[in-house]
Structures are given as structure tokens and as C-alpha cells.
């Protein structure tokens, strides 16, 4: 197994269980109510009604046993750990060819670099209730990923397949929340 991958299931198990051991225990402030409410019954949430969060969370609340308000703050975790796992990845990546550090060293940095995001103040506080924003990192880190590997493929057509797949992606998380841009 490559050492990315390690460091991505650290960094993911690391930062799930800090944050779900720290976060709210049911509805929390702000949106939280009303974007829980919104998952559970299929409805709309304030403009622009966030559907792509609404139908995630209502597939999640579906297979997650428990209340919805905790099943909801779980989902965020959920979305924030595995964006902080795959910002891992990126950031090894993107060190390769500028760091002259051993592939097991440089993995190990960025997964610092990773949990330093992760436990940032405003990554912590974003996921301490359900929020549409975890949903918006996860897509902005698989976006990343995505050219991250683009850029090393040759112009095929599997470099356009890829390419379609990002900009789908990119489309659907127009459809959670503008901070994608």
C-alpha cells in the first residue's frame, strides 16, 4: 500500500473522530435546523435551496440509524474528513517535485499540512453543526484531485474523460453552495 494512502485513512479516521467527538450533539445554530429539517423531509432550504446537500442528506439519513439533527452533524463530519484526507493527497503530490524529501517523509508532511487545515479555526467551527459547506470542501478537494491527475495524463481521451468528469463536478458544486467559485 503507498504511503498517500495511509496517510489518507489517518487523516480521515483522525480528524472524524476529533471532530465528532467535538461537535454539536443535535441542531445547532444558524442554518442547521432549517437545512436538517430540509434533508429529512426532501424540502427547500432558504434560497438557493442547496438541492444537492438536500438529496445527499437525505441518501445519508436513509442509511444512518439515530436522529436526524445528529445524523446531519455526522454527514458534515462525515464530507469534512475525507476533504482533509484527499487535501492530504493533493499536497503530497504537489510536493513531489519541489520538495527533495523521501516519498514516506513528504507523505507525512502534507498529512501535518492537512491536519493543520483541519483543525484550523475556521475549518473547526464549520462542522460543529449540519452545513452545507463540508459538502462544498469535499468537491473543491475532489476538484483538485481531479487536476492534479489531469495534468500528468497524455491528451487522449482519457484526459478528455477526465476533464468532463471535473467540470461535472464542478456544475454539481455550483448546485451546493457559490463559495466553489
Do not use: K, Q
Not at 3 to 10: P, S, T
Request: net charge positive.
Amino acid at each position: 500500500m503507498r504511503a498517500e494512502h495511509v496517510m489518507f485513512a489517518v487523516v480521515c479516521i483522525l480528524t472524524f473522530v476529533i471532530y465528532a467527538a467535538t461537535s454539536s450533539p443535535d441542531l445547532g445554530l444558524v442554518d442547521s435546523g432549517e437545512l436538517t429539517t430540509a434533508a429529512w423531509s426532501v424540502g427547500i432550504a432558504h434560497p438557493t435551496g442547496y438541492p444537492l446537500y438536500v438529496l445527499a442528506g437525505r441518501v445519508w439519513l436513509a442509511l444512518c440509524p439515530g436522529s436526524a439533527a445528529r445524523g446531519m452533524v455526522l454527514f458534515s463530519v462525515l464530507l469534512a474528513s475525507m476533504a482533509t484526507g484527499l487535501m492530504g493527497i493533493i499536497a503530497a503530490r504537489l510536493l513531489t517535485p519541489v520538495v527533495s524529501l523521501s516519498p514516506v517523509m513528504r507523505t507525512l508532511v502534507a498529512g501535518v499540512l492537512a491536519m493543520a487545515f483541519a483543525l484550523s479555526r475556521a475549518a473547526w467551527t464549520s462542522i460543529s453543526f449540519a452545513e452545507v459547506y463540508p459538502l462544498t470542501w469535499f468537491i473543491a478537494a475532489l476538484l483538485l484531485w481531479f487536476c492534479v491527475r489531469i495534468e500528468h495524463l497524455p491528451r487522449d481521451r482519457t484526459w478528455l474523460v477526465w476533464s468532463l468528469l471535473a467540470c461535472y463536478l464542478w456544475g454539481l458544486g455550483l448546485g451546493n453552495h457559490f463559495t466553489i467559485i
